[in-house]
């Protein structure tokens, strides 16, 4: 129920919420890209088949209120959506290539829809053009058992992970760094959680000041 907006490139922007109104945008928004990397998973297995290079895809989701409608002038005019809330969700798609991950949400779109999937912490990020930073999660699945339904491995990783984040902004490094280093034990692939166990580490070597945000700045992609 989205609405494809532009090719960019390699990349494709889409919104949801117009050119009619959506009670469930947000919702939306998360499924659709939980079917898209079911498809990317699908067709990569055909192309190990058949012995060609796999695929990937990196995922943004924001909810924020943007300006919608035909923009540009006499000699060029599109229906597009424009403003702070879609450089958010572009940032969050660059945020997947520093962690490792596939579908980045903000905050936002954790609280509109966190109870309908299975959602982990990932870091806490400045974005370029706010002041502050912004909680990023990572989307893994819903929490259903449909097609996109979480599997037991998603559920364990998410919990701990989550418990290990909190325990960290909260400057409990040695319980964070007891709690990522458990999972890393057991999920050996995981970036997220082998960038935590590392960081913990520092901050129990080098301790930071007592106005630590825990805010991170990430580099352009």
Request: aromatic share 8%; hydrophobic share 40%.
């Amino acid at each position: 129920h989205g609405t494809i907006d532009k090719f960019i490139g390699d990349s494709v922007m889409a919104f949801w919420g117009a050119p009619l109104p959506q009670t469930d945008h947000a919702f939306n928004a998360c499924r659709s890209a939980l079917l898209v990397q079911r498809q990317m998973d699908a067709m990569n297995e055909a192309f190990e088949r058949d012995g060609e290079p796999t695929l990937s895809a990196r995922i943004g989701i924001h909810t924020d209120t943007v300006v919608v409608g035909n923009i540009g002038s006499s000699e060029r005019m599109s229906y597009t959506a424009i403003g702070d809330g879609v450089n958010v969700a572009s940032r969050l798609e660059g945020v997947n290539k520093a962690y490792g991950t596939r579908i980045c949400v903000s905050e936002a779109v954790f609280r509109e829809t966190g109870d309908l999937f299975v959602m982990r912490p990932v870091d806490h990020v400045a974005v370029k053009g706010r002041r502050g930073g912004i909680t990023v999660y990572e989307l893994m699945a819903a929490d259903d058992a449909g097609e996109t339904g979480a599997t037991e491995r998603q559920r364990d990783l998410a919990a701990r992970t989550t418990k290990a984040f909190f325990a960290y902004m909260d400057r409990k490094w040695e319980k964070a760094l007891r709690t990522y280093t458990h999972a890393a034990e057991m999920y050996t692939d995981d970036r997220v959680v082998a960038k935590f166990v590392e960081r913990c580490r520092d901050m129990l070597t080098n301790p930071p000041d007592a106005n630590w945000s825990g805010v991170m700045e990430l580099q352009e992609k």
